[in-house]
């Protein structure tokens, strides 16, 4: 296995992975993003979002060899009135005929060693409160679940009518 920066080639890769994602937490309708949204957003001039990538390397048939991305850690970066700057990470994925190889701890880790060379003082993300595996995976880790704080999202409909009802002068 070879954990690696993701480039724009990856980003059709990423997009299953986003996809699998998005199965797994039943909301196999909501990814909305493309390849295109991918490259854009994370290779132009500003990118929004850095990832890591995954892969492994396969026998073929004919006895070449092929590589395959199984897993992402994509992430950002967010300022903190308090603490400064800090990673926010988006989702970490691995394939699911790759859990429990090690690959996800492989990103984890990733991630943490970036937040660590960037000096950062907080590396914060969500977790699904019925996902007990990946709970007890990250508080065995270290991490702190916070109870008592909240995940606040507007989705697009929401920002709309707010803007268009809302506010009117």
């Known amino acids: 296995m070879n954990i690696r920066k993701g480039n724009r080639d990856d980003m059709q ?47 073929l048939d004919n006895g070449e060899r092929t590589k395959e991305i199984v897993g992402m850690a994509l992430y950002y970066y967010r ?5 400064g700057k800090t990673i926010h990470l988006e989702d970490l994925v691995v394939k699911e005929k790759m859990r429990g190889t090690g690959l996800g ?14 000096n950062v ?31 606040v999202q507007m989705d697009e409909a929401g920002i709309n009518y707010f803007v268009e009802n809302k506010l009117r002068n």
């Open 105 to 118: 701890y492989a990103l984890y880790s990733e991630i943490l060693k970036q937040g660590k060379k960037d």
């Open 121 to 151: 003082r907080r590396v914060e993300w969500n977790v699904l409160d019925w996902n007990t595996p990946a709970i007890e995976f990250y508080e065995k880790s270290g991490a702190k679940i916070l109870k008592d704080w909240q995940v």
């Open 13 to 59: 890769a990423v997009l299953g992975l986003i996809q699998e994602l998005a199965n797994f937490e039943n909301e196999p309708d909501a990814v909305l993003v493309t390849v295109h949204d991918l490259v854009r957003d994370g290779f132009g001039q500003n990118p929004l979002f850095q990832v890591f990538v995954a892969e492994v390397e396969h026998d």
């Open 79 to 83: 300022f903190s009135t308090w603490k």
